[in-house]
C-alpha cells in the first residue's frame, strides 16, 4: 500500500514536472518567435530609399503579414519522426509600426549612425587642414578690421564735432566783427561830422529876427537830421552791443558743449588705442600654420597696423588749447561788445560831449573791431591756425576717402551681381517646387511642434553694414569650425550628411545664370542649398550661399589687403587700401570659383577650395536647428513623394499563444493562481501572452 502510494506520488510529481517543462519551453520558443517575427518586420525596409539617404524605413509588405508568417514559420511543434511534445497555437498576432522618420530625434538618430564612422574622416580631416591653417590671422584681421572701423566711426564723429566747434567759433567772430566794423566805421564818421554840427548850432544861435527864413529852415533841417542819425547810431550800438553778449554767451556755450562731445569721443578712442595695445601683446603668442616668411609678414603687419591705430587719437592739449582759445574770444567779444555800448551812450547824449572824447572814443572802437576782425573775423588768424591744426592731423582724408570711394564702386558691381542672382525667378514647375517644399516642411515643422527662425535677406547695397557682416560671419565660420572638432559632433555629421546626400547646384550653372542663359532652378538641382537656408525662391538659396561665400573671402582678402598696403603711413588710408583690395579680389574670387569650382584659400597659402567645402563649412555654422531638420525631410519627402510621418522605423509585436496541458491542468491552475506560471490555464490549455520591440536606430 505504502508502496503504491508512494509510486502515484511519484507519477503526480513527474506529471507536473513534465508540465512545467514544457510551459517553460513554450514560453522560450514563442518568445524567440516574436522577437525573430519583430526582426522580420524590420528586415523588409525600403532600399531604393536606403540607397538614396542610407537611413532605414519601413517597406515591402504589411507588418501583421510579415510577423505572423515568421511566427507559422517558428512555431513550436513536431517535425517529421520526432514526438510532437509542445503543440502550441497562436490565437493573435499583429505589431504596431511608429516612431516615424518625420520626428526629428528619430532622423537624428539614424544620421549620426550612418555617419558617425564617416564625418571624422572626410571632414575632420579633409576640410579642417584647409582651412585651420589660416583660422588664426583670419581671427586676427578680422578683429584689427573692426578694431579699425570702430576708430574710423568714432574718428569721424569726434572730427564732425571739432568742425562743429570750428563752424560756431567762425560764425561768431563773424557776427561780432561785421556788426561793430561797420557801428563804428559810422561812429567814427559821426564823429569826425560832430564839430560842423557844434557850428550850426551856434550859428542857429546867433541868428537875429531878421533871418533868412529859408537859411533858418536849412539850419534847423541839418542839425536834426544830424540828431536823428547819431540817436540812431546810438540805439544801434546799445542793440548791437547787448546783442552780442548774448550771441557770446549762446555760441561759447555751444561751441564748449561741441569741443566737450568731441573729447569725449577721443576718450572712446584711446580707450580703442588701449585694447588695440593689449591685442599687439597677443599676437606675440599666435602660432599661424603657414609656411615661410608669409605668416611672419601677416603678424608684422597686424602688429604694426594695430600700434597705429593710437596715431589717431589726440593729445590732452589739443583740447585745453582750444578752451582756452575759445575763453580768450569769448572775453574779447564781451570787451568790444561793452565797448560798443559805452560809445553808444556817448553819442547818445550829444550834449555831454567833445569832438575830441567822440572821435577818441569811435577811433578806439574802430581800432579794437579791427583787432578783432583779424583774430576771429572772415580770414582770420586765430581762426585760420585753427583751421590749418584741423587739416594737419586730417592731411590723409582725401587719400582715404578717394579709396573708399572707389571701395564703395567695387561694392556697388558686386551688389548688382546678387541682384541678378537673386531676381532669377526660375520656370513656374520650379517656383511650384519650392512651394511645396515650404509647405512640407512647414508642415513638419508643426508635427514636431517647433518653429523656424528666419534670418533677413542680406542688403548688399550698404558696404559697411555689409562688411561688418562679413567679418561676424567668417568669427562664426571659424568658431563653428573649432567647436565642431572640440566637441559639436552632431553639426559635423550632419555638414557631411548633406555632402554625401544632397544635390548641389554646379557653379558653371550659376556662371551662365548670371551670362543671361537660361538655367533650370528646380529645387532637385540644389537641395543642400535649401536645406541650409530655407528660402522658398528658386535662385534665394544660391545668393545666400555666394553670399557667404564673398564674406569669407572677403575676411581671407582684406587680411591679405593687410599686408600688402602697410607701407601707407595711416593707419585709416591702410584700412581703406585693404578694404579695397579684399573687395576687389574677394569678387574676383567668385568669379573663379564660377569659372573653375576652385579657388586658392590664399595667395599666402595654396590650399584649393571649393564651392562644396564652403556649404560644408557653412553647415557646420547653421546645422542642427528645427527648421533645417524639418528641410532635410520635407526634400526627401518631395523627391520621393513618401510620407514621412508614415516612414515608420519602430516596431512592437504581440502575440497571444496557448498549449495544450497533458496532465493535470486543474492542479496547474491552482498553482497559475499564485503567478508563477507567467500566464493562464484556460481549460486544459495554457495561455501567453508575449511582446518584443525593436527600431532601426
Keep these: 500500500m505504502f508502496l503504491a502510494a508512494a509510486t502515484a506520488g511519484f507519477v503526480l510529481l513527474g506529471a507536473l514536472l513534465i508540465d512545467f517543462a514544457r510551459i517553460a519551453a513554450f514560453r522560450h520558443a514563442s518568445q524567440l518567435a516574436v522577437q525573430s517575427g519583430v526582426r522580420s518586420v524590420l528586415a523588409a525596409y525600403d532600399p531604393v530609399f536606403y540607397e538614396r539617404y542610407g537611413l532605414f524605413i519601413r517597406g515591402g509588405d504589411a507588418g501583421d503579414e510579415l510577423f505572423q508568417a515568421a511566427l507559422a514559420q517558428h512555431a513550436a511543434g513536431g517535425k517529421p519522426g520526432i514526438f510532437p511534445y509542445l503543440q502550441a497555437e497562436w490565437q493573435s498576432a499583429g505589431v504596431i509600426e511608429s516612431r516615424p522618420l518625420a520626428d526629428h530625434e528619430v532622423f537624428r538618430r539614424q544620421v549620426l549612425e550612418e555617419m558617425k564612422y564617416k564625418a571624422p574622416v ?34 569721424e564723429r569726434r ?26 566805421a559810422e561812429l567814427q564818421q559821426a564823429a569826425g561830422q560832430y564839430g560842423g554840427y557844434l557850428a550850426q548850432r551856434q550859428a542857429l544861435a546867433h541868428l537875429g529876427p531878421e533871418a533868412d527864413p529859408l537859411a533858418v529852415r536849412a539850419l534847423v533841417m541839418a542839425i536834426f537830421a544830424y540828431e536823428n542819425r547819431v540817436r540812431q547810431l546810438a540805439a544801434r550800438g ?29 576718450g572712446e578712442m584711446r580707450a580703442m588705442a588701449q585694447e588695440a595695445d593689449i591685442g599687439t601683446d597677443s599676437l606675440a603668442h599666435l602660432e599661424l600654420n603657414i609656411p615661410g616668411q608669409n605668416g611672419e609678414d601677416m603678424l608684422a603687419s597686424l602688429k604694426e597696423l594695430r600700434a597705429s591705430a593710437r596715431q589717431l587719437v589726440l593729445d590732452e592739449a589739443f583740447f585745453a588749447d582750444w578752451r582756452r582759445e575759445l575763453d580768450l574770444q569769448e572775453e574779447r567779444s564781451r570787451a568790444l561788445a561793452q565797448e560798443a555800448g559805452r560809445v553808444a551812450g556817448m553819442f547818445a547824449s550829444l550834449d555831454a560831449g567833445d569832438e575830441s572824447s567822440l572821435r577818441q572814443a569811435a577811433a578806439g572802437l574802430r581800432e579794437m573791431a579791427d583787432r578783432y576782425g583779424a583774430a576771429y573775423g572772415a580770414g582770420g588768424s586765430v581762426i585760420a591756425a585753427r583751421r590749418e591744426l584741423l587739416q594737419r592731423h586730417r592731411e590723409h582724408e582725401e587719400e582715404r576717402r578717394a579709396l573708399e570711394k572707389e571701395a564703395r564702386e567695387e561694392w556697388a558691381g558686386w551688389g548688382r551681381l546678387m541682384a541678378i542672382m537673386r531676381n532669377a525667378q526660375g520656370s513656374q514647375e520650379d517656383r511650384a517646387a519650392f512651394e511645396n517644399l515650404r509647405r512640407l516642411a512647414g508642415d513638419n515643422l508643426a508635427w514636431n511642434k517647433e518653429q523656424e527662425a528666419f534670418e533677413e535677406p542680406r542688403d548688399w547695397n ?13 568669427g562664426r565660420l571659424l568658431g563653428g569650425l573649432e567647436d565642431a572638432l572640440v566637441g559639436k559632433r552632431d553639426d559635423l555629421y550632419f555638414a557631411e ?34 536645406i541650409l537656408y530655407g528660402l522658398a525662391h528658386p535662385a534665394g538659396n544660391l545668393a ?24 601707407a603711413v595711416h593707419p585709416l588710408v591702410v584700412l581703406a587700401a585693404a578694404v579695397l583690395y579684399g573687395i576687389k579680389h574677394a569678387v574676383q574670387d567668385i568669379y573663379d570659383l564660377l569659372a573653375e569650382d576652385n579657388v586658392p584659400l590664399s595667395r599666402y597659402l595654396h590650399v584649393p577650395t571649393s564651392y562644396a567645402d564652403y556649404l560644408r ?4 555654422l547653421r546645422g542642427g536647428h528645427p527648421g533645417q531638420m524639418s528641410r532635410f525631410l520635407a526634400v526627401m519627402e518631395h523627391r520621393t513623394g513618401l510620407d514621412m510621418t508614415r516612414a515608420y522605423t519602430y516596431v512592437s509585436g504581440e502575440g497571444i499563444a496557448s498549449l495544450r496541458l497533458w496532465f493535470f491542468p486543474g492542479l496547474l ?29
Design 497 to 530: 550628411y548633406a555632402h554625401a546626400r544632397f544635390s548641389r547646384f554646379a557653379p558653371a550653372d550659376v556662371k551662365k545664370l548670371l551670362d543671361g542663359e537660361a538655367v533650370g532652378l528646380a529645387p532637385d538641382r540644389q537641395e543642400a542649398e535649401y
Design 238 to 266: 546799445s542793440d548791437a552791443s547787448r546783442s552780442a553778449l548774448e550771441t557770446t554767451a549762446a555760441m561759447a556755450a555751444e561751441a564748449r558743449s561741441a569741443l566737450q562731445r568731441a573729447e569725449a569721443i577721443n
Design 462 to 474: 550698404d558696404p559697411l553694414a555689409g562688411r561688418a557682416w562679413a567679418r561676424e560671419q567668417t
Design 159 to 184: 572730427e564732425a564735432e571739432l568742425d562743429r566747434v570750428l563752424e560756431i567759433q567762425t560764425a561768431w567772430g563773424q557776427s561780432v566783427t561785421k556788426a561793430f566794423r561797420e557801428l563804428a
Design 122 to 155: 572626410d571632414l575632420a580631416l579633409e576640410l579642417a587642414e584647409k582651412f585651420r591653417g589660416i583660422s588664426p590671422a583670419l581671427a586676427e584681421a578680422a578683429a584689427t578690421a573692426d578694431l579699425l572701423d570702430r576708430m574710423r566711426e568714432a574718428f
Design 544 to 567: 545666400a550661399a555666394y553670399g557667404e561665400i564673398f564674406a569669407f573671402r572677403l575676411a581671407v582678402r582684406t587680411l591679405e589687403g593687410f599686408i600688402e598696403s602697410r607701407n
Design 669 to 697: 491552475k491552482a498553482l497559475g493562481r499564485t503567478g508563477h506560471l507567467g500566464g493562464t490555464v484556460e481549460g486544459n490549455r495554457y495561455v501567453a501572452e508575449f511582446r518584443a520591440d525593436s527600431a532601426y536606430q
Design 617 to 620: 563649412l557653412f553647415y557646420l
